[in-house]
C-alpha cells in the first residue's frame, strides 16, 4: 500500500516539485495550497485547501485525508515566507505574520497530524527549514528567528515522539531558483524606503539575496533529501542541502561565535 504524504506550501516552488517528485515515484501526495479554487490533482497527486494560519483548514483537510486514505504516513511542513525588515522596522503585523505562517502554522499542522501517526505508531515529520535556522544575516532577523525556532520544536519534538516510531527532521535548505522572491519575500516600507538610515546596507545586501536566489540552482535536491528521509530509517536528524547550508553550518560549529561572525562580514561585505 503506497505511503500517504501531505505537503503544506505545495502550490509552487520547493513544495509544488517534492509533490510532484513523490506523487511520480508512488507515493499518495495532498498538496496543500492555499487556494480554494481547487484543482483536482491526478489519482496519485491531490490538491487540497489548507492555509496553516487558518486552524479550520488544517483540521477539515487532515480530517479529508483520513477519511479518504485512513492514514497519513508523511508531512512535509514546507509552507513559510521571508520578512525583510531591519527589527526596528518591523510592524507588530508583520512580526506575527512571520511566526504565524513559518512557526504557529508548523505547530498547528503538528498537532492535528500527530495523533493520527501515533496511535498507529508510525509516521516520519519532516520540517521544511533553512541554513538560516543555524546562523543570522542583515535584514532577515525575523525570518531568521522563525526559523530557529522550527530547529528549537525538532530538538523537542523527537523526544516526546520517539517512543511512538514517529520520526521528526528538518532540511536546512540553501538558496536556491525558486519564485521566492517574487511570492515568498515581504519587504517593510520603512526599510525599504529611499530615506531608511539602513539603505546602504539594504543597497549592498538586498541584490546579493536576489541574485543568489534568482539565479541559484534547480531545488531538485530539496525533493530528493525529502524522499531519502521518507526511505531511509537512519537518515540524519538534520540534513544540510544546498552550497550556503552545506558551506556555513559546518563552519558554526567549527568557529567560535566571534569567528563565524567576521567570516560572514568578509563573506558578504559587511
Same mark, same amino acid.
Given at each position: 500500500?503506497?505511503?500517504?504524504?501531505?505537503?503544506?506550501?505545495?502550490?509552487?516552488?520547493? %513544495?509544488?516539485?517534492?509533490?510532484?517528485?513523490?506523487?511520480?515515484?508512488?507515493?499518495?501526495?495532498?498538496?496543500?495550497?492555499?487556494?480554494?479554487?481547487?484543482?483536482?490533482?491526478?489519482?496519485?497527486?491531490?490538491?487540497?485547501?489548507?492555509?496553516?494560519?487558518?486552524?479550520?483548514?488544517?483540521?477539515?483537510?487532515?480530517?479529508?485525508?483520513?477519511?479518504?486514505?485512513?492514514?497519513?504516513?508523511?508531512?512535509?511542513?514546507?509552507?513559510?515566507?521571508?520578512?525583510?525588515?531591519?527589527?526596528?522596522? %518591523?510592524?507588530?503585523?508583520?512580526?506575527?505574520?512571520?511566526?504565524?505562517?513559518?512557526?504557529? %502554522?508548523?505547530?498547528?499542522?503538528?498537532?492535528?497530524?500527530?495523533?493520527?501517526?501515533?496511535?498507529?505508531?508510525? %509516521?516520519?515529520?519532516?520540517?521544511?527549514?533553512?541554513?538560516?535556522?543555524?546562523?543570522?544575516?542583515?535584514?532577515?532577523?525575523?525570518?531568521?528567528?522563525?526559523?530557529?525556532?522550527?530547529?528549537?520544536?525538532?530538538?523537542?519534538?523527537?523526544?516526546?515522539?520517539?517512543?511512538?516510531?514517529?520520526?521528526?527532521?528538518?532540511?536546512?535548505?540553501?538558496?536556491?531558483?525558486?519564485?521566492?522572491?517574487?511570492?515568498?519575500?515581504?519587504?517593510?516600507?520603512?526599510?525599504?524606503?529611499?530615506?531608511?538610515?539602513?539603505?546602504?546596507?539594504?543597497?549592498?545586501?538586498?541584490?546579493?539575496?536576489?541574485?543568489?536566489?534568482?539565479?541559484?540552482?534547480?531545488?531538485?535536491?530539496?525533493?530528493?533529501?525529502?524522499?531519502?528521509?521518507?526511505?531511509?530509517?537512519?537518515?540524519?536528524?538534520?540534513?544540510?542541502?544546498?552550497?550556503?547550508?552545506?558551506?556555513?553550518?559546518?563552519?558554526?560549529?567549527?568557529?567560535?561565535?566571534?569567528?563565524?561572525?567576521?567570516?560572514?562580514?568578509?563573506?558578504?561585505?559587511?
Amino acid at each position: 500500500m503506497s505511503k500517504v504524504v501531505l505537503i503544506t506550501g505545495a502550490s509552487s516552488g520547493m %513544495g509544488r516539485l517534492t509533490a510532484e517528485y513523490l506523487s511520480e515515484n508512488g507515493y499518495v501526495v495532498y498538496a496543500g495550497t492555499r487556494s480554494q479554487n481547487i484543482v483536482q490533482g491526478n489519482t496519485s497527486l491531490i490538491n487540497i485547501y489548507l492555509d496553516v494560519t487558518k486552524t479550520d483548514s488544517i483540521i477539515k483537510a487532515v480530517s479529508t485525508i483520513i477519511e479518504n486514505e485512513g492514514k497519513i504516513d508523511v508531512l512535509v511542513n514546507n509552507a513559510g515566507f521571508g520578512l525583510l525588515s531591519t527589527v526596528e522596522d %518591523g510592524t507588530d503585523e508583520e512580526i506575527f505574520n512571520q511566526f504565524d505562517v513559518n512557526v504557529f %502554522g508548523l505547530i498547528k499542522t503538528i498537532r492535528e497530524v500527530l495523533p493520527h501517526m501515533r496511535e498507529r505508531k508510525n %509516521g516520519i515529520i519532516i520540517n521544511i527549514s533553512s541554513f538560516l535556522g543555524k546562523m543570522g544575516l542583515p535584514l532577515l532577523a525575523h525570518y531568521n528567528a522563525s526559523k530557529y525556532a522550527v530547529e528549537g520544536i525538532v530538538d523537542s519534538l523527537r523526544f516526546e515522539t520517539t517512543p511512538f516510531n514517529v520520526r521528526v527532521h528538518s532540511i536546512q535548505a540553501g538558496l536556491y531558483g525558486t519564485n521566492f522572491v517574487k511570492k515568498g519575500l515581504v519587504a517593510n516600507i520603512k526599510t525599504t524606503s529611499d530615506d531608511s538610515p539602513y539603505k546602504n546596507l539594504v543597497d549592498h545586501f538586498v541584490p546579493i539575496v536576489g541574485t543568489a536566489i534568482n539565479d541559484g540552482p534547480h531545488p531538485q535536491p530539496i525533493a530528493n533529501a525529502v524522499k531519502e528521509i521518507i526511505e531511509n530509517e537512519n537518515a540524519n536528524i538534520f540534513i544540510p542541502v544546498g552550497v550556503e547550508s552545506e558551506t556555513f553550518i559546518p563552519l558554526r560549529k567549527k568557529l567560535s561565535d566571534e569567528a563565524f561572525e567576521n567570516h560572514i562580514k568578509e563573506t558578504f561585505g559587511l
